[in-house]
């Protein structure tokens, strides 16, 4: 079976342009996680390497299948020179290594939180996992092995993340577009929840 990842790469380039830096980060027992960042004007995305190397699976599953499951990345975008978000490479790999480590299967309206601040002083410790298919188009492999989709991340405040967890994903979503939020802007504050 082809190695996924040199198609995810190109994928990548092909939508977002070549990359500018990028870091490894290897968790023990996992495989290495790359983490690329691109600038696109005043835009800068952060896009995993390596979450899709093996499929996700249940984790109540007694024995993975090394086939069948959802592969994905993850696309974080954020406005650049507003804040350090350089240092969200850290973070992000943890999050793309969290279907290995933790046995997640990671989907659109799922929150994932790492604990701590996003990049030093970011209002954020977890993000809200939205829908495939925008920025960067899903990847097809060969049958049977499911295409690779790359799923954009939305920081959220911890308040936003609490009131998530009570309304769900799409309420939230809703809110930050009535009350036009830039979910872009690395330093914004909280949307209006009363």
Do not use: C
Request: a negative charge; glycine letters at 8%.
């Amino acid at each position: 079976m082809a190695d996924v990842l040199p198609l995810v790469e190109a994928r990548l380039r092909t939508a977002l342009g070549e990359p500018d830096a990028r870091a490894a980060v290897t968790f023990l027992g996992t495989d290495r996680i790359e983490v690329l960042r691109f600038h696109e004007g005043d835009i800068v995305r952060y896009a995993t390497l390596g979450m899709s190397a093996h499929p996700m699976t249940d984790p109540t599953a007694v024995i993975a299948d090394p086939v069948a499951g959802p592969r994905a990345e993850l696309v974080l975008s954020v406005r650049g020179g507003v804040a350090d978000t350089g240092k969200v490479l850290r973070p992000l790999a943890v999050l793309a290594a969290s279907p290995q480590v933790e046995g997640l299967v990671v989907a659109p309206g799922a929150s994932l939180d790492v604990g701590e601040p996003l990049w030093p002083g970011a209002p954020f410790t977890s993000v809200l996992v939205a829908e495939p298919g925008g920025l960067v188009e899903d990847l097809e492999l060969d049958a049977p092995l499911e295409p690779v989709r790359f799923l954009p991340l939305l920081p959220m405040t911890p308040n936003e993340a609490a009131w998530k967890r009570v309304h769900g994903a799409q309420a939230l979503q809703e809110r930050w577009l009535n009350h036009g939020t830039d979910l872009r802007d690395p330093s914004r504050k909280s949307v209006p929840l009363d």
